[in-house]
Every structure is written in C-alpha cells, then in structure tokens.
C-alpha cells in the first residue's frame, strides 16, 4: 500500500504498546490472563530487536509501555530494555511481582528511565497471597513496594479480584495505604487463558461485587485527593460490555515474547487472525494493514444487535476474544452486554448456586504452569 493510501485510510496511530517481555514467572497465578499455550524463553526477542520494536512503536506515535510478562525480572537485560524504551521517547512502567527486585538492579532501572512501577498483590494476608499465587513472594512484594518508595517513584498496586479476596477488599486498600501506593487498580477477574480455566472457582457472585463495590465507594470518599482507587467492572454480572482496549486496533497493541503482534493481550486465542511478527513485518504495517488489526477495527464486522445499537461507538461490540471463549464465534455479539442473544450463557454462569466462597485454604486451582522449557 502506497503512503497516500495508508494516509486516506486514516487508521487513528496508537499510543500505548503492552510489551510482554518473557512468559517465564516465579507465581503461578490462576487468574493469569497469559495465553495456555506459553511462549519458552529462547523464543524471546533480544534486546536489539525490543529497542527496534520502541523505535518503531515511537514513530507510530507510542507514548507510553507497560514492561509486562509474566515476570520482566527475569530479563537479565531488562536494563537495557528500559534503556531502548526512554531513548525512543517512550514512558516506561514496570509490572512486575517484585519477585527478583533489588536494591542496586531498581537503582539502574531507574538511572536508565524506568518511570513508575506497577506491583500485583493477590491478598492481604501472606497465607492466602501464597495459595491464590501458587508461590511465596509476600515478603518479596513488601520489600519491592518499599525499595520503589525509598527510590521515589511512582507505586501502584494492581489486585484482580475474584470469588476468594473479594471480601478482604478493604485489608487490601489498607495495605496500599501502609506501602505507600499512589494508586490501586481493583480489577475484577476477565477470564481469559489461566483464568478461563479456572472459572468455575474464581467467579463471585453478585452479592459480593455489590458488598465489594460499597466499600470502594467508601474508600473513595475517604481517600478522596490521597489514593486513586481504580474500580475494573465485572462485566459478566453487571451485564455491560467493556469496551475492549478503546476499540480493536484503535489505540493499542501488544507484542508477545516471540514478536507476535495482537491487538489486545488475549488475542492469541482468536482463530484466523493470522497475527503478524515484528521479525518478518514493520510495525506500522503491522498496525495499519495486517489482518491482524483490521479484521474487527470500525462498525463494518459488527452484525445486529450490535450494528444497529447506540453504544457501539461507546462499547465497540464488546469483547471479540470474550464472544469467541463463550460461543465460539468471534463476530458475536459480546455475551456479557444484556443486549446480546447469548446473554443467557453469562447469566446461568453467574446465577448457577455455589455456597459459600471459595476457601482460600483450601483452593482447587488449576495453577499456571511454566513455558516449556523445549520451546
């Protein structure tokens, strides 16, 4: 496609890129949203091509990166990772379990201008931490929360909420509080990959979203020009679907470990995407022509009721990997909308009795298992 025929298409440039640095991770969460199928770390990029990846991703008009996986820290290069990212002019934010973070390693991270930190809690009591993470790493997280506040830089916590710390929501803001976080993003389980797998333990029901989402208002009115607390919708109970990542192939992409480039972080699973690899294809091809990006940006796949719906400039159909896990159909419309004709399917779900939640003592998950060490 010639440069005047990309302009005329005048696909919007992205501004946030997920790079997912390695597979590899000391926690074995089940609420993981990493593909079943992991990428092995001789599969992963090298740090020249991620700083030919930021390079690229810059031009394209990327501003800001999560360094994400898995676990970033096992990149014994991530320094120079960091390094790449600052110099294309890229805003850098570290995602990690703390597993791995030390004294002298976030001292260069920082000096190479790594800007922020992101920290996953899975509970406030270390017992349960360690049996939701399939891990111990309590101890390690509380030292990363306090090395990245001694280092002056921005801390935030990221909590997925499911069926077995839902009613710890309120130890769980006080812990932010005591580590000093400027931020907690609350965000209710999406079942994607691991947590897909395992759904049937980790879906609350609706009387603990709604307990859960009081207190988080309470917290807000307290906390109020103190703490940001970021509240991430249930959509499977409060029937609205989320708008995916502002719209497919509008604002955002992920590269995976390998180099494969997908519009959102569970795109892997969507059959005949056919996605793209930064070793074999420039990024703003990738972003502006690939299939990839193209088979659901704008209203044109949308079938009704989505087609003919008001919300679909607010919530872009909903969820295309989230129609394929629960109907097999990408193109339907999103299950968790109220709206859509498969409704029904997140409903019974969500409905279907359970008893009391989930023990955290005694947790049937199917934890997280590492990549393959032959891959």
Known sequence: MTHEAIEATEVPPPWALLAELSHGCPLRCAYCSNPIDLVGRSDELTAAQWADVFRQAAGLGVVQSHLSGGEPLLRRDLTEIVAAADGAGIYTQLVTSGVGLHERRLAALTAAGLRSVQLSVQHADPTAAELIAGARAFEAKERAARLVREADLPLGLNVVLHRANLAALDELVELGLAWGAERIELANTQFYGWALRNRDVLLPDRAQIAEAFESVERWRSRLAGRMDLVWVAPDYIDGTAKPCMGGWGAVSLTVAPDGTVYPCPAAAALPGLDPPNVRDHALEWIWRDSKAFTLYRGEEWMRDPCRSCE?????????????????????????????????????????????????????????????????
């Open 311 to 375: 919300l679909r400039t607010k919530d872009f159909g909903g969820c295309r990997c989230q129609a394929y896990a629960l109907t097999g159909d990408a193109t339907r419309t999103d299950p968790a909308c109220r709206l859509s004709p498969d409704h029904a399917l997140v409903r019974d779900l969500v409905d279907r009795p359970r008893g009391a939640a989930v023990p955290v003592a005694a947790p049937a998950y199917a934890y997280r298992t590492p990549p393959s060490p032959s891959k």
